[in-house]
């Protein structure tokens, strides 16, 4: 599992408290940095929900690729809705988890949109996920894979 997800607990859009050491193992994480307020982001979210879907929902098999959503916004009830009217079926830390502050530290996060691809470890493949998407669309996955070292029997991209 991601390993700077440890001891922590996300939520899935039905607002269940989700285990990441299960629902991340084996898998490249995409750590998305956004909000509801912020243009760029509301711009870029159905494009990641398009990607995520064609990778994950559509693929056979479906990709080893998770996102976890970490809301910049100004309060709970706008992360909520956010998060429910325009993200896709991943995972997201509880905006009262003071640890997205942690984590925009450590990831040098000083704007939105942002997606980081990590690692199971939590070590960076790269923190330019949002253009590599929009330049390569699906192909940007297979570099990530690679780089991760997962190694994925796939022919949808």
């Not at 898998?27 to 940095?33: A, D, R, T």
């Not at 982001?41 to 959503?69: H, K, M, N, S, W």
């Not at 925009?104 to 253009?131: C, M, S, W």
Request: charged residues 25%.
């Amino acid at each position: 599992m991601v390993e700077v997800f440890s001891g922590r607990t996300l939520l899935n859009k039905d607002g269940d408290f989700v285990d990441p050491e299960l629902a991340l193992r084996n898998k490249v994480v995409g750590i998305y940095f956004s909000a509801s307020w912020c243009p760029p982001c509301r711009d870029f979210t159905p494009i990641l929900c398009d990607f995520y879907t064609e990778l994950v929902e559509e693929g056979d098999p479906p990709a080893q690729f998770e996102i976890v959503f970490i809301s910049s916004d100004k309060s709970s009830d706008d992360m909520v809705e956010y998060y429910h009217d325009m993200h896709g079926d991943w995972l997201a830390l509880p905006w009262t988890d003071d640890f997205k502050n942690e984590l925009k530290q450590h990831y040098k996060i000083t704007a939105v949109p942002k997606l980081v691809i990590v690692k199971e470890n939590g070590q960076v493949i790269t923190d330019k996920g949002r253009k590599q998407i929009r330049d390569k669309g699906l192909a940007c996955f297979r570099t990530w894979l690679e780089a991760a070292e997962i190694f994925q029997n796939f022919n949808s991209f």
